[in-house]
């Protein structure tokens, strides 16, 4: 009996000493108070308002290198940003209750529209409307914007949205990183000034500008099914250094080859797009307006085709292969087959732009094709929503209309930090991007209420559980004592 009562004495001393134990490895779990999400994000935001700042204060001096900074910190600029920056994160962190508020405000509206399951067809007006609101201002606003303006939608914006709308087969469908894409950009430059008979070596026949498009896209197609034939077997980092030292090829190839591209002199006279069937003659000229709707009209070609393309058999192996590339193979999929088909595809969608561009500008030389704008269509993709062909369109647009929209505020060697900055907060509060695929929108949304209280629900749950395998631990003894006891007593018997 004395063993038995031993025992339990030891029970119950070890039971306090197991959860004091467990409330320890609480503590280790507990995350300190400025490592907190939120916190985190305030801080980010602040820095931004910091850089924000200095970006529009002073002028630096070459003389006292730190005059700039000394004028930004001594003005209320400094404050404003910094109220900026704190008044954007308090409209993040409550916009989840306001837009609950909203949808409690608006469900006696939309709850007949439910009950009476019109609601996709109600959705698909409105996408249909906004479609057609949409096409109609980017027709009709050009006409009352002045010429400087519409040259920026066409040299800026409607080139790099049907670059984005390439890209983002590459690397929003198949998940490739491509580093080097501006390069079947070059590639489509120079075959119209091939095909157009303006490059030192000549074409056996001379096409229009219209029929160079298509021949642009099938060079651009091939090409990248020689670069990704190959290569493609790569992933991840390996696969961009690739495309990285494709683009640097197709660059010094361009610049030194003076017999061929005509080097780093460039290519001159490159014609204008023109029209001759029978009595109807058009023939574009430096009007901006006029390359403007050619623009428009490839690019809505490039969206009917391109969302045909998602929804089809190809489309849906492409998102296998984006999220498990091992997976895909395992089930019989050819991933490098499908691989090489958003290559090519990508790469002829910039091909097309090529041709538009080389023929608007009339003169091309390996400068026009730098890797800082493979790294800019990449930045609009990714800000717009991978994956997403609305949100690339209207990601594209605004960080390609942004720097002209700082030109008369901003110094023009300071544009690109905004745009910097703003891609920084984007990446913070919104990493999926403004319009995301509906996978991404779905698997990139951040757990705000499983954010607030990680180390306290940690705590609680440790010590739950340090109590509970405490009593279990206790009752097996208790019944091992008292089995042992009875058996004891059974043989003093």
């Known amino acids: 009996?004395?063993?038995?009562?031993?025992?339990?004495?030891e029970q119950r001393?070890?039971?306090?000493?197991?959860?004091?134990s467990a409330v320890a490895v609480a503590g280790l779990r507990r995350e300190r108070w400025y490592r907190q999400p939120r916190l985190r994000r305030l801080g980010a935001l602040l820095a931004a308002g910091l850089l924000l700042a200095v970006m529009t204060g002073e002028q630096g001096n070459g003389k006292d290198l730190l005059y700039s900074l000394r004028g930004t910190l001594a003005s209320g600029r400094l404050w404003v940003c910094l109220g900026l920056g704190a008044a954007a994160w308090v409209l993040a962190e409550t916009g989840g209750p306001l837009r609950a508020g909203a949808v409690r405000l608006l469900a006696p509206v939309t709850a007949p529209v439910v009950r009476g399951g019109g609601l996709a067809a109600r959705r698909r007006g409105v996408r249909v409307t906004a479609v057609l609101v949409g096409l109609a201002l980017a027709v009709f606003v050009p006409l009352v914007l002045t010429r400087a303006t519409n040259q920026v939608l066409v040299d800026w914006v409607g080139v790099y949205v049907l670059l984005a709308l390439g890209l983002n087969v590459v690397i929003g469908w198949a998940g490739l990183l491509d580093l080097g894409f501006v390069a079947f950009f070059a590639i489509g430059g120079y075959s119209a000034a091939f095909w157009t008979g303006h490059l030192p070596v000549k074409p056996p026949f001379e096409l229009n500008p219209f029929l160079v498009i298509p021949v642009a896209m099938a060079t651009c197609l091939i090409?990248?099914?020689?670069?990704?034939?190959p290569t493609l077997r790569l992933r991840g980092d390996y696969l961009a250094i690739v495309t990285l030292g494709f683009h640097e090829i197709i660059y010094l190839v361009a610049k030194n080859s003076d017999g061929l591209t005509g080097g780093s002199l460039g290519v001159f006279g490159?014609?204008?797009?023109?029209?001759?069937?029978?009595p109807v003659r058009y023939r574009w000229k430096l009007d901006p307006l006029d390359y403007w709707w050619l623009l428009l009209g490839l690019i809505v070609l490039a969206v009917l085709v391109l969302r045909r393309l998602e929804h089809s058999k190809v489309g849906r192996t492409w998102a296998a292969i984006r999220e498990d590339e091992v997976a895909a193979a395992a089930h019989g999929v050819d991933t490098v087959k499908y691989k090489l088909m958003a290559f090519a595809i990508g790469a002829s969608t910039s091909g097309?732009?090529?041709?538009?561009?080389?023929?608007?500008?009339?003169?091309?030389?390996?400068?026009?094709?730098?890797?800082l704008y493979s790294v800019l269509v990449?930045?609009?993709?990714?800000?717009?929503?991978?994956?997403?062909?609305?949100?690339?369109?209207?990601g594209a647009g605004l960080l390609?209309?942004?720097?002209h929209?700082?030109?008369?505020?901003?110094?023009?060697?300071?544009?690109?930090m905004y745009m910097g900055a703003l891609l920084v907060v984007m990446m913070i509060y919104r990493p999926q991007g403004l319009l995301p695929a509906r996978h991404r929108s779905r698997s990139g949304a951040p757990a705000r209420s499983s954010e607030r209280t990680p180390a306290r629900t940690g705590a609680r749950s440790s010590e739950q559980a340090g109590a509970r395998s405490s009593t279990q631990t206790g009752a097996r003894l208790s019944e091992q004592a008292g089995a042992r006891s009875s058996a004891q007593t059974g043989d003093a018997q």
């Open 1 to 9: 009996m004395s063993a038995v009562i031993e025992e339990r004495t």
């Open 13 to 20: 001393t070890e039971r306090p000493a197991r959860a004091a």
């Open 223 to 229: 090409a990248g099914v020689l670069l990704g034939g």
């Open 270 to 278: 490159i014609p204008h797009f023109s029209v001759d069937l029978g």
């Open 352 to 371: 097309a732009a090529g041709v538009v561009y080389a023929s608007k500008v009339g003169f091309i030389n390996p400068e026009n094709f730098p890797l």
């Open 378 to 394: 990449l930045a609009y993709v990714i800000f717009g929503g991978m994956g997403s062909i609305p949100g690339v369109l209207l």
């Open 400 to 403: 390609a209309w942004l720097p």
């Open 405 to 416: 929209a700082l030109k008369d505020v901003v110094d023009q060697k300071d544009r690109f």
